[in-house]
């Protein structure tokens, strides 16, 4: 089955440093996601891309985040400048149509530690 | 701020026993609701999304209703097995941008 892949399963970073988190989405799904969570708190939404631009983006997702799909099949998340409490797993996901009506699959996660 | 809550948020059942847990969910504005399994070191995955009042979905020992008049969506499990051990999470489109907003999940073990 096809499925989510995510790459690295873990970085460690300084406070300060750029970060790239790299996803593969499932190769004719359509609609891209990003979410993270912080350790014991609630799976967020960070941002939505499809047709090749950001769809919608959540309060958390500031000027310090970007996403790129460069390539038409890797789908990046870009953290210019880490800071302490970016700390969390970062999911990549990816679905057929609009996540309203479709199941998000999921990949297995980055966990990103800021020291 | 869509406020989507899970209880309890943590469940050990003895194996063989049947459980269920609850996502509560405003009712104004119910568009669709989510439910996912999240096992360690895995992946969380799909198991339904529910669209109807009144709906039942079912997949193996797993089913699930929804009531959106009152809020409020049960997963079962019946004759539970170690390999149901995870979290259980619920999720709904809305709360001020696109994407899902998920609860905090029900964490469950299934105990030999």
Redesign the interface.
Known sequence: EP??TQTPSHQVTQMGQEVILRCVPISNHLYF?W?RQILG????????FYNNEI?????IFDDQFSVERPDGSNFTLKIRSTKLEDSAMY?CASSVIK???????????TRLTVT | ILNVEQSPQSLHVQEGDSTNFTCSFPSSNFYALHWYRWETAKSPEALFVMTLNGDEKKKGRISATLNTKEGYSYLYIKGSQPEDSATYLCALPGGGADGLTFGKGTHLIIQP
């Open positions: 499925e989510v996601y979410y708190q609630k799976v967020e939404f960070l941002v939505s769809s919608e983006k959540s309060e999911f996540d309203r009506d479709s199941p998000l699959h999921f990949g297995n996660g």
